[in-house]
């Protein structure tokens, strides 16, 4: 008896009753992999991504429905920072499982909101319908254990070389900082420009750190140790300013 139970919690486990996510087929793709092609209907016609922003970057945001306060809350924060992003070199795309009509429907309703505090603003990025859930699945954005048709609240920021660079996961009752998003943008491309590394808490402004050599104290002086302007704690770390 006890064996027969065993053999039915294995077989459940290898048919997804214990796992719906692998049901779903459906996968996160991993830092410093290509972002996922698609082809797709939104609000400003057809999307070949991440064709139409060869060499800038990208940033795609998921969310699980339209006319939901949150989830309208950061349209609305993306739409009064979209020539923040444009001077980034940066493009925005919004993506849900949610039809084009509904879309265009709740574009409509946001661009006359006075948010926040400020006069109403047009929202130039696209709303992408993914009806059939094909281009979720390619990004790992429809989480069984939370719907199995609505997208989770999640962030991807793409290099100009088609790479994923950072991800993001945020609960459905919480709305995402685009502040913070930004921050990390600004982080990715100033590594990326100085190949340098940004401490804790960094914002554009702020020293950077230099890439530490795999040595201990003992052995002999790194090359970054005599960095010009540099200022050294332990061997591990070494900070400066940018030019």
Same mark, same amino acid.
């Given at each position: 008896?006890?064996?027969?139970?065993?053999?039915?919690?294995?077989?459940?486990?290898?048919?997804?009753?214990?796992?719906?996510?692998?049901?779903?087929?459906?996968?996160?793709?991993?830092?410093?992999?290509?972002?996922?092609?698609?082809?797709?209907?939104?609000?400003?016609?057809?999307?070949?991504f991440p064709d139409d922003y060869s060499m800038?970057?990208?940033?795609?945001?998921? &969310?699980?429905?339209?006319?939901?306060?949150?989830?309208?809350?950061?349209?609305?924060?993306?739409?009064?920072?979209?020539?923040?992003?444009?001077?980034?070199?940066?493009?925005?795309?919004?993506?849900?499982?949610?039809?084009?009509?509904?879309?265009?429907?709740?574009?409509?309703?946001?661009?006359?909101?006075?948010?926040?505090?400020?006069?109403?603003?047009?929202?130039?990025?696209?709303?992408?319908?993914?009806?059939?859930?094909?281009?979720?699945?390619?990004?790992?954005?429809?989480?069984?254990?939370?719907?199995?048709?609505?997208?989770?609240?999640?962030?991807?920021?793409?290099?100009?070389?088609?790479?994923?660079?950072?991800?993001?996961?945020?609960?459905?009752?919480?709305?995402?900082?685009?502040?913070?998003?930004?921050?990390?943008?600004?982080?990715?491309?100033?590594?990326?420009?100085?190949?340098?590394?940004?401490?804790?808490?960094? &914002?554009?402004?702020?020293?950077?750190?230099?890439?530490?050599?795999?040595? &201990?104290?003992?052995?002999?002086?790194?090359?970054?140790?005599?960095?010009?302007?540099?200022?050294?704690?332990?061997?591990?770390?070494?900070?400066?300013?940018?030019?």
């Amino acid at each position: 008896m006890k064996k027969l139970a065993f053999l039915l919690i294995i077989n459940m486990t290898f048919t997804g009753y214990l796992r719906p996510q692998e049901k779903d087929n459906t996968r996160i793709p991993l830092l410093g992999e290509m972002a996922p092609e698609f082809t797709a209907q939104s609000t400003t016609g057809t999307i070949h991504f991440p064709d139409d922003y060869s060499m800038k970057w990208k940033i795609l945001f998921s &969310h699980p429905a339209d006319f939901t306060p949150v989830c309208s809350s950061e349209l609305l924060q993306l739409a009064s920072m979209q020539e923040e992003f444009d001077k980034l070199n940066t493009k925005i795309v919004v993506i849900s499982t949610d039809g084009l009509s509904s879309h265009i429907a709740w574009k409509k309703s946001l661009e006359t909101i006075n948010y926040p505090g400020k006069e109403p603003v047009k929202i130039s990025f696209p709303l992408v319908s993914d009806p059939d859930y094909k281009i979720s699945k390619k990004f790992g954005m429809i989480h069984s254990y939370t719907s199995n048709t609505k997208d989770v609240r999640g962030v991807f920021i793409v290099d100009p070389n088609d790479r994923i660079c950072a991800v993001f996961f945020y609960p459905q009752n919480i709305g995402r900082n685009m502040e913070e998003i930004k921050r990390t943008l600004v982080a990715l491309q100033t590594s990326d420009k100085y190949d340098v590394l940004t401490p804790a808490n960094w &914002h554009p402004g702020d020293d950077v750190m230099v890439k530490s050599s795999p040595v &201990h104290e003992e052995a002999p002086t790194p090359v970054w140790k005599n960095v010009p302007g540099a200022t050294n704690f332990p061997w591990y770390m070494c900070f400066k300013k940018l030019p």
